[in-house]
């Protein structure tokens, strides 16, 4: 039974008056004194933003005496960190063994024939966006997925249907 | 009078509905004008039950379990508030087997306590471990734990009573104490327990460390993927320095332990002490070279003391009942309890501490109750994804960490993930690889090359391509793997891999899938 709605949405509303480049440049200054920075820095931004857009990569240099390179380095280690603006809702498919034991692999046929979503894919309608994530720490209740930063457990494809369709609102779920 | 009714606020029990289930108690009472005291406890780890719904009765607590919102309108109906029969009715928790059969002292307050009310906390016994450790000098704290046996319980088990030592020796300005929540592992959610049911006990124990060590500075380091376990965590460290057990003056004794929550990035190699501290400092996760030790040379170059969660977690009790007592639990040299946590395709699936020595076939069947499919149990993963896959006639092997070595396996951080007759143990021993792959920081060859290699002659023995040969060099390729890599990530990915050739051969001889599986390039990223 869950009806409730998404609790974080991941990033502002289509025309937020938010201006990115201020955006980052307070998250640089309010995380500045920190030591070890730079996770904290890109934390901040993507929170804010959704994404970490390619802007921040040169003020995070200046700001922190790093090389673009270095500040590169990381945020194409982690794989949190988005460089391009997902979907407007993000779906994460646990794919770890618990969940595997549990049928996780037959939700993520479900998604790609049904909803045409395979990993690190987008729905045309900039809906959803899907992710693998290695363990929720819920796998006593597996299978799990994680929808817009809330874990779901015991999860059904029919589950999967009714919270992409209601992201969907125009199209349907399925195409 | 208000009737106390608790409805656990831990991920996985949201994860089933218990908010909707809060809302819709917390709406009908006021409906009904009936007065409820709504709390938010942690989960008492018997998640088949879950949401799980306790009510305060004068007889003690009642429960009812799995309750989903639309049946608290007939557990109302049914009285519930007085403790009413009804179809969901479980009774008191604490005389459901599953839980009176356990030894509960890291876990002894969750469930039980609202997680986030410091009265709560010392009304059970919480906060005795601190104020004994600010009586007492860092050497006999130090002896205390030593004497306890108690080991990493983050996989590795090395003794804590040694990493204690060698920091409280260490000369330095500067001293930390770091936290690995970066509990990575398929099958595990103890640390997330605690961190959500019960995270005083996690801030205590490192106070106590700090204390102990002469460290002033603390950092948690917390995967990404437990967003609600940060929520609760960070709220219970300003509750905590309100009242004394972190911050400048510890309890009122003049001494200083501040503690620093950090958030991971989804990165499993995070875990590794030393990708965790580069991390930390705000790097690339890469696995740095021991020596130096981190105790010697930890974070920023100073003497750190990392523990994980659970190791951490049993701080308090230590100190605050001795040594002594928690070594008087156990099996060999694998002293206290291990908070078990049972997963994957299990009836009942949840958290079970117990002392060490308890064999698998108990916690697979005594408490696990046999495959939630009602299939055969076939193999079971203990340790996490680089633990081994072991067949029902190791089910008998003891939990201890030396036993268990001794048959094969890695008792690791206690996660046990079971699979029923439908697993496919090639594939198993592909994704294995292929996870190798997907998480390997890079840093040396035979993990960052070895592992997609892996992964592409494990696809040629399951398309039936040359099979003798591929199997020959896939053996080849583990063995490079064991003895080359930096850590144990490439170190003992071999293992879940050359146990399924072992244990499972003939899922290695099935008709050939020509062309399959192919999914590898969808998921692997570049770094």
Redesign the interface.
């Known amino acids: 039974m869950e009806s409730r709605p998404p609790a974080r949405p991941p990033h502002p509303k289509p025309g937020s008056p938010q201006d990115p480049l201020a955006t980052i440049d307070s998250v640089i200054e309010a995380n500045r004194s920190l030591g070890g920075a730079l996770l904290p820095m890109l934390h901040g931004i993507q929170d804010a933003l959704g994404h970490v857009p390619p802007a921040a990569v040169p003020r995070l240099a200046e700001a922190l005496n790093l090389s673009q390179a270095e500040v590169h380095g990381v945020l194409s280690f982690y794989h949190d960190f988005r460089t391009s603006p997902p979907g407007r809702h993000i779906l994460r498919l646990c794919r770890a063994e618990a969940c595997q034991a549990m049928g996780c692999e037959a939700l993520e046929t479900h998604l790609g024939q049904r909803h045409g979503l395979g990993f690190h894919e987008t729905t045309p309608d900039g809906a959803v966006t899907l992710e693998p994530v290695y363990c929720l720490g819920n796998c006593a209740c597996a299978p799990s997925v994680m929808v817009d930063g809330e874990v779901r457990g015991r999860v059904t494809s029919e589950k999967l249907d009714r919270w992409i369709g209601g992201f969907r609102p125009a199209g349907g779920g399925a195409r | 009078m208000s009737v106390t009714v608790y409805v656990p606020g831990d ?2 029990a ?4 218990a ?2 289930t809060a809302e819709a108690i917390a709406r009908i009472a006021a409906e009904r004008g009936l007065s409820v005291r709504l709390v938010r406890n942690g989960s008492r780890g018997l ?2 039950l ?1 949401p799980l719904v306790e009510v305060v009765t004068p007889e003690g607590r009642i429960g009812y379990g799995p309750v ?3 049946e608290v309108t007939s557990l109302f109906d049914a009285g519930f508030l007085q403790g009413g029969a009804h179809r969901l009715r479980v009774g008191p928790p604490e005389a459901i087997p599953y839980l009176a059969r356990q030894q509960r002292l890291s876990f002894r307050r969750v469930g039980l306590i609202d997680p986030l009310s410091i009265a709560d906390y010392e009304a059970h016994g919480g906060g005795r471990g601190l104020r004994a450790a600010l009586q007492a000098q860092p050497a006999d704290l130090v002896e205390e734990v030593t004497k306890s046996g108690l080991r990493g319980r983050g996989g590795a088990a090395f003794p804590a009573g040694i990493k204690w030592k060698t920091v409280l020796n260490a000369r330095a300005e500067q001293k930390y104490v770091v936290c690995n929540a970066d ?7 103890s ?2 327990m605690i961190l959500e049911g019960d995270p005083f006990t996690l801030i205590e124990g490192m106070a106590i460390a700090g204390v102990a060590v002469g460290a002033t500075e603390g950092y948690v380091y917390l995967r ?5 376990a940060e929520r609760i965590l960070t709220a219970a460290m300003q509750t905590a320095e309100a009242a004394g057990y972190l911050g400048a003056d510890l309890l009122g004794s003049g001494r200083s332990f501040r503690l620093h929550l ?7 190699i995070c875990g590794e002490e030393t990708a965790m501290l580069e ?7 890469m696995v740095r070279p021991k020596p130096p030790i981190p105790a010697l040379s930890g974070l ?1 170059g100073r003497p750190t003391l990392i523990h994980n969660v659970m190791t951490l977690a049993a701080v308090p009790t230590i100190i605050d009942q001795g040594g002594a007592h928690y070594a008087g639990f156990g099996a060999g040299r694998s002293r206290g309890t291990l908070p078990f ?6 009836k009942q ?3 079970v501490e117990v002392p060490f020595g308890v064999t698998l076939r108990e916690l697979l069947y005594d408490f696990g109750g046999g495959s ?1 499919s009602g299939r055969p149990l076939r193999a079971v ?1 203990v340790g996490g ?1 680089l633990g081994a896959f072991l067949p029902e006639s190791k089910f008998d092997t003891p939990l201890d960490y030396e036993a268990f070595a001794a048959a094969g396996g890695m008792v690791g951080h206690g ?1 046990i ?4 007759d439908t ?1 496919d143990m090639a594939r ?1 021993a592909r ?1 294995a690889m292929e ?1 190798c792959a ?2 390997s ?1 890079g840093k040396c060859t035979p993990c960052r090359i070895g592992s997609t290699r892996g992964v592409e002659v494990i696809d040629r023995v399951i398309q039936g391509r040359q099979r003798a040969e591929n199997l020959a060099l896939l053996k080849d390729l583990c063995d490079t793997l064991s003895n080359a890599s930096l850590c144990a990530m490439g170190g003992l990915t071999p293992s879940p891999v050359l146990s399924a050739l072992t244990h499972f051969p003939e899922d290695f001889q099935r008709p050939p899938v020509p062309g399959a599986p192919a999914r590898a390039s ?2 692997i ?1 570049r ?1």
């Open positions: 991920s996985a949201i994860g089933v509905g908010n909707d998640f088949w879950e989903e919102a639309h509990e990575g592992d398929s099958g595990t959610f640390d997330r990404s993927e437990y967003p609600h950090r958030r991971g990035a989804g990165a499993y991390s930390l400092e705000g790097k690339r996760g920023w946590q049972l997963a994957g395709n299990l699936g949840g958290l939630a993963q994804p996660g993930v079971a699979f029923d697993v198993m994704y996870f997907i998480e920081c969808r998921t990223r770094h």
